[in-house]
């Protein structure tokens, strides 16, 4: 999992990367590449086999290709909202980290849906809220760690080495 640090610097807090965090590891725990090369190669070897390696099925593909690929994008936002609640952080946060990332998505903007690779980030904050509202009325608040035993007094320094002093043998002090 990486993100790069400009994204990093553009979230408002701890929150909001925790978002893009658990997204990214969804990600990963669901196997998203995996199964996403996986049908690619499927539905291709398909489509050639039925109406031959052409223009029409290369289209096809790319079509379907990408509506698999927004549902793992939706199913990542979900299953990361989740992750990050538990781990503490705020889920209604995951709504700013989406409306960073809409501010900076300066591509695809003219594709139509169909032909895009994620959901329309408007959609996936309307998504996302209503995901967040649900999850805090249902999960209950993280404990609260009590404060550790206090820790033991440090030691005395030692005491500072002798000085050294410069022989014959060993000029360098």
Do not use: C, W
């Amino acid at each position: 999992v990486y993100f790069f640090r400009g994204l990093a610097q553009l979230m408002p807090g701890d929150d909001a990367m925790a978002f893009v965090m658990a997204h990214e590891i969804s990600h990963v725990t669901q196997r998203h590449g995996v199964r996403q090369m996986e049908k690619s190669l499927a539905i291709g070897s398909l489509l050639n086999y039925t109406i031959g390696s052409n223009t029409t099925s290369g289209m096809l593909q790319l079509v379907l290709d990408m509506h698999y690929s927004r549902h793992d994008e939706a199913e990542a936002d979900r299953l990361g909202l989740i992750r990050m609640a538990k781990a503490g952080f705020d889920p209604s946060q995951a709504v700013e980290a989406m409306a960073v990332i809409a501010r900076i998505d300066k591509s695809g903007r003219h594709l139509p849906a169909l032909l895009r690779d994620h959901p329309l980030p408007e959609s996936r904050i309307a998504a996302l809220r209503r995901e967040a509202a649900a999850l805090k009325a249902t999960t209950p608040p993280a404990p609260k760690l009590a404060a550790g035993p206090p820790l033991p007094a440090t030691p005395p320094l030692p005491a500072p080495p002798a000085p050294a002093v410069a022989s014959d043998l060993f000029p360098l002090t």
